[in-house]
Nanobody
Framework: QVQLVESGGGLVQAGDSLRLSCAASGRTFSSYAMGWFRQAPGNERELVATISWSGGNTYYVDSVKGRFTISRDNAKNAMYLQMNGLKPEDTAVYYC????????????????WGQGTQVTVSS
């Protein structure tokens, strides 16, 4: 069992940066691949980035490549999403999630979810 809690969201202007954190409980955090998803009103939940259990492999959707960086610290049971160059289209609720597969890309491949943190980017 893994419980996830996101933090770090907020209201920023276009071009600003934010760092999201995902704190995990449980001693098995390091055995899970992790992902960040986001969901804007009226839209489906979409993948943003993933990181393997070791942190050695990462994946980004094209819309955030070069702007967002996913990382994790297994010693601290934590995962992060550094978001630079934010755009209004990045506005959404951001969720962290845990999967048993390093190759998981779809929401239904993730078994544990946080409650989400709102990111709003004004133009």
């Amino acid at each position: 069992q893994v419980q996830l809690v996101e933090s770090g969201g907020g209201l920023v202007q276009a071009g600003d940066s934010l760092r999201l954190s995902c704190a995990a409980s449980g001693r098995t955090f390091s055995s899970y691949a992790m992902g960040w998803f986001r969901q804007a009103p009226g839209n489906e939940r979409e993948l943003v980035a993933t990181i393997s259990w070791s942190g050695g492999n990462t994946y980004y959707v094209d819309s955030v490549k070069g702007r967002f960086t996913i990382s994790r610290d297994n010693a601290k049971n934590a995962m992060y999403l550094q978001m630079n160059g934010l755009k209004p289209e990045d506005t959404a609720v951001y969720y962290c999630a845990a999967s048993r597969s390093d190759y998981a890309r779809k929401p239904d491949e993730y078994v544990y979810w946080g409650q989400g943190t709102q990111v709003t980017v004004s133009s």
